[in-house]
Every structure is written in C-alpha cells, then in structure tokens.
C-alpha cells in the first residue's frame, strides 16, 4: 500500500465505501455549483444589451 507523506486529501482511489461515496458526491456537487455559476453568467445580458435597457429606461 501508498503511503502519502505530505497533507494532501486522500485520492479517490485509495478511499472506499462510505468515505468514497461521499467524496464522489461532493465532487458531483461542486461540478453542478460550477456549470450552474457558468450557465448564469452566459444567460446574463452582455454590456450593449444593458445599454440600451439603461437607454430606454
């Protein structure tokens, strides 16, 4: 067996079970959180379409 010797977290591949499932599912997580932040900033108006709200407001 790999023994690590500096702080670093664990990889997945040397968890197991329960310890394993739970890194997968934050990871899964954190992926959604990323493409979720991804997806509203190209669905936000870029800088001329807010000019022209500004402008017709």
């Not at 968890?15 to 997806?39: I, K, S, W």
């Not at 108006?45 to 709200?53: D, K, Q, S, T």
Request: net charge positive.
């Amino acid at each position: 067996m790999y023994v690590r010797l500096d702080n670093s977290p664990p990889r997945l591949s040397d968890m197991y079970g329960e310890a394993r499932l739970d890194a997968l599912y934050r990871r899964a997580a954190a992926d959604r959180a990323r493409f979720q932040a991804r997806l509203e900033l190209q669905e936000r108006p870029g800088l001329f379409a807010r000019m022209v709200e500004r402008l017709r407001a």
